[in-house]
């Protein structure tokens, strides 16, 4: 092995050396090797990966995008697929077979399901965050109850934001990894514009 290929290894805390480069093996076969250490990771993950993360266990002759291209093409008519969402992939169930899982483990409704306000408060933090309480009753016209704030936060859908500049500095309100998640979305860029919006998200 070169000099320069070694330098390309990585080091784990016990001193043991992770070979990403593989360059003794056929061209082939570490492409393969490269998707299995991709796929791998991605399935442990319970959270999207981000393209740092996996290019941390390929080499440098390694496109992370034309990796997860030929992952995805070999998951064609599974249950489950590759997608991009939040700022990285991760590995989701179809969404036709969500009936058949409910059915098997006995999950009942997992109860993501909004009622129109909260629907409606979602969408205004979505688009106006970060925001607080009082600018919520301004786009309201009336206060947005506490207990529907926390609901939104036990979803995982909603969190703290930064100070706002208002007297008293009341805590503000952005969504989450999880709202991005939920609503299929890579980043707050890719929210609808509002005016085309029809019932904020689907």
């Known amino acids: 092995m070169t000099v320069a290929a070694k330098k390309r290894k990585l080091t784990d805390e016990s001193g043991a050396v992770f070979d990403r480069e593989l360059n003794d093996l056929p061209q082939e076969l570490r492409w393969r090797e490269w998707m299995g250490r991709t796929e791998a ?22 496109s992370v995008e034309m990796l997860i291209e030929d992952i995805q093409a070999e998951l064609s008519g599974r249950p489950y697929e590759l997608v991009q969402v939040a700022g990285g992939w991760m590995f989701r169930t179809r969404t036709q077979f969500a009936d058949a899982i409910k059915a098997a483990a006995a999950l009942g409704d997992q109860s993501l399901a ?89």
């Open 41 to 62: 990771v991605l399935f442990a993950s319970a959270s999207p990966v981000s393209r740092e993360d996996l290019a941390r266990v390929v080499g440098q002759g390694a």
């Open 114 to 202: 909004f009622t129109e306000m909260e629907m409606g408060v979602l969408c205004a933090i979505a688009y106006h965050q970060p925001i607080d309480r009082a600018g919520l009753k301004d786009i309201f016209g009336k206060d947005v109850s506490r207990d529907l704030l926390a609901r939104l936060r036990y979803k995982d859908l909603i969190a703290s934001g930064p100070r706002s500049p208002r007297v008293g500095a009341p805590h503000t309100f952005v969504t989450t990894e999880t709202f991005l998640m939920t609503f299929d979305l890579q980043s707050l860029r890719d929210l609808p514009e509002m005016d085309l919006t029809v019932g904020c998200l689907k």
